[in-house]
C-alpha cells in the first residue's frame, strides 16, 4: 500500500533563501509523481510532474527531482518571495491498480519580507 | 479551455439533509475522480469514474455516499443523511487519458461542505 509522507510538515524563511522540500513514498513502483501548490481556501495548482523515467523536471525557480530506487522526490525552490507561501502537495500514482493520486500532508511555506 | 468546474463552491447543510456537488471535466477529458480533504489533512482518494461507469470506489465510505457520472452532464457526488464529520473539501480532477506515462489530473477549485 502505497504511503506519501512530507517533510517538513512547515517551513518559515526570509525572502531570497532556496530551500528544498521533501517527499518520500514507500511504494517504487509509481507511474509518476506531481507536486501542487495549495493556497488557503483554494485548489490545487499542478507545479511539475514527474514521469517515472525521468530524473527531474524544472520550470522557472522550481526544480523537481525523483528517485524511484530510494523513495524520494524533492522539490527545489530557488530566490524564495512571500509570493510563494503556500501549501506544497507532492502526489505519487502508483503503477499497480487504477489512477488513485496518493498525496503526502503537505508542506506549509511561509515566506516573510 | 475551461478548467475544471464545480459547483457549489460552498454548501452548508445541516444534520440529515442531502449534499450533491458538481464537477464538469475539462473539454475533451473522460474519467472524473474525486478527492476529500480533511481540516489540516492531505487529499484523500474517493472514487475514480468515466462516463457511465465507476472503475475504482476503494476511497469511498461504504454508506451514505455515491457517485456517478452520467452519459450527459455533470459528475456528481452525493452524500445522503450528512453528518458533521462529512465537513470537507471536496475536489474533482479529470484527465484525458487513464493509461500511459502522459496521464495528468487537473483539479477543480473544490466545494466546502460545511455540516452544521
Known amino acids: 500500500k502505497q504511503e506519501v509522507t512530507q517533510i517538513p510538515a512547515a517551513l518559515s524563511v526570509p525572502e531570497g533563501e532556496n530551500l528544498v522540500l521533501n517527499c518520500s513514498f514507500t511504494?517504487?513502483?509509481?507511474?509518476?509523481l506531481q507536486w501542487f501548490r495549495q493556497d488557503p481556501g483554494k485548489g490545487l495548482t499542478s507545479l511539475l510532474l514527474?514521469?517515472?523515467?525521468?530524473r527531474e523536471q524544472t520550470s522557472g525557480r522550481l526544480n523537481a527531482s525523483l528517485d524511484k530506487s530510494s523513495g524520494r522526490s524533492t522539490l527545489y525552490i530557488a530566490a524564495s518571495q512571500p509570493g510563494d507561501s503556500a501549501t506544497y502537495l507532492c502526489?505519487?500514482?502508483?503503477?499497480?491498480?487504477?489512477?488513485?493520486?496518493?498525496f503526502g500532508a503537505g508542506t506549509r511555506l511561509a515566506v516573510h519580507p | 479551455n475551461a478548467g475544471v468546474m464545480q459547483n457549489p463552491r460552498h454548501l452548508v447543510r445541516r444534520r440529515g439533509q442531502e449534499a450533491r456537488l458538481r464537477c464538469s471535466p475539462m473539454?475533451?477529458?473522460?474519467?472524473v475522480y474525486w478527492y476529500r480533504q480533511l481540516p489540516e489533512e492531505g487529499l484523500k482518494f474517493m472514487v475514480y469514474?468515466?462516463?457511465?461507469?465507476?472503475?475504482?470506489e476503494s476511497g469511498m465510505p461504504k454508506e451514505r455516499f455515491s457517485a456517478e457520472f452520467p452519459k450527459e452532464g455533470p459528475s456528481i457526488l452525493r452524500i445522503q443523511q450528512v453528518v458533521r464529520g462529512d465537513s470537507a473539501a471536496y475536489f474533482c480532477?479529470?484527465?484525458?487519458?487513464?493509461?500511459?506515462?502522459?496521464?495528468?489530473?487537473?483539479f477543480g477549485p473544490g466545494t466546502r461542505l460545511t455540516v452544521t
Open positions: 502526489a505519487a500514482r502508483s503503477s499497480g491498480g487504477y489512477n488513485k493520486l496518493i
Open positions: 511504494d517504487s513502483a509509481i507511474y509518476n
Open positions: 473539454k475533451g477529458h473522460s474519467h
Open positions: 480532477a479529470s484527465s484525458r487519458r487513464d493509461r500511459g506515462e502522459s496521464y495528468e489530473q487537473y
Open positions: 514527474i514521469q517515472s523515467s525521468q
Open positions: 469514474l468515466q462516463k457511465e461507469n465507476i472503475i475504482d
